[in-house]
T-cell receptor, first 114, second 112 residues
Framework: DSGVTQTPKHLITATGQRVTLRCSPR?????VYWYQQSLDQGLQFLIQYYNGEERAKGNILERFSAQQFPDLHSELNLSSLELGDSALYFCASSASGPHTDTQYFGPGTRLTVL | TQLLEQSPQFLSIQEGENLTVYCNSSSVFSSLQWYRQEPGEGPVLLVT?????EVKKLKRLTFQFGDARKDSSLHITAAQPGDTGLYLC????????????FGKGTKLSVKP
């Protein structure tokens, strides 16, 4: 158990819909990262937050957004969903300090768009 | 953009055999992590290496970071069925805010 929690575990929805994925980092960790994992692309970095502020952006679509709240949990919002958005979405957290590389991953949310 | 290439992509061996997985890049990384992932689960951190030439051992697993911090290897001695999984290497981008670049992974299957 990494100490990172994600909900829900599974999510099934239809094209055009909007969903919210939730992540709680390890106790004391200030950085939260979101990744998308699909069969053909591997793990792709989406976005990073540090202590409530966006710190870095990766391959995140404009239809996707995220935020980190004062209690440090984070949410990833996916809108206007397409079939190709079906994937595993992982949250990871790292120890205090934006330059710490070691990340601890949650169990993921499996999103299926029908 | 920094890229990490892992090889081989797939590896199927018998219990008791040794194996090595490689992670290569043309770019320098501040650190390199190895993760193991089982189907439907999140990646689990195995080791972090930060110094060029560093070697770390974790029971039957030996990790090495290249002298130039551009490549790494994972060697497993006497593989067991419990070692089966997806092995991912991830490099910390120089000058980044802690972002990791992931390789596509090596899918290892160890048959009893």
């Amino acid at each position: 158990d990494s100490g990172v929690t994600q909900t829900p575990k599974h999510l099934i929805t239809a094209t055009g819909q909007r969903v919210t994925l939730r992540c709680s980092p390890r106790s004391g960790d200030l950085s939260v990262y979101w990744y998308q994992q699909s069969l053909d692309q591997g793990l792709q970095f989406l976005i990073q937050y540090y202590n409530g502020e966006e710190r870095a952006k990766g391959n995140i679509l404009e239809r996707f957004s995220a935020q980190q709240f004062p209690d440090l949990h984070s949410e990833l919002n996916l809108s206007s969903l397409e079939l190709g958005d079906s994937a595993l979405y992982f949250c990871a957290s790292s120890a205090s300090g934006p330059h710490t590389d070691t990340q601890y991953f949650g169990p993921g949310t499996r999103l299926t768009v029908l | 953009t920094q890229l990490l290439e892992q090889s081989p992509q797939f590896l199927s061996i018998q219990e008791g055999e040794n194996l090595t997985v490689y992670c290569n890049s043309s770019s320098v990384f501040s650190s390199l992590q190895w993760y193991r992932q089982e189907p439907g689960e999140g990646p689990v951190l195995l080791v972090t290496v930060v110094t060029g030439g560093e070697v770390k051992k974790l029971k039957r697993l030996t990790f090495q970071f290249g002298d130039a911090r551009k490549d790494s290897s994972l060697h497993i001695t006497a593989a067991q069925p419990g070692d089966t999984g997806l092995y991912l290497c991830a490099g910390g981008e120089l000058g980044s805010q802690g972002n990791l670049i992931f390789g596509k992974g090596t899918k290892l299957s160890v048959k009893p």
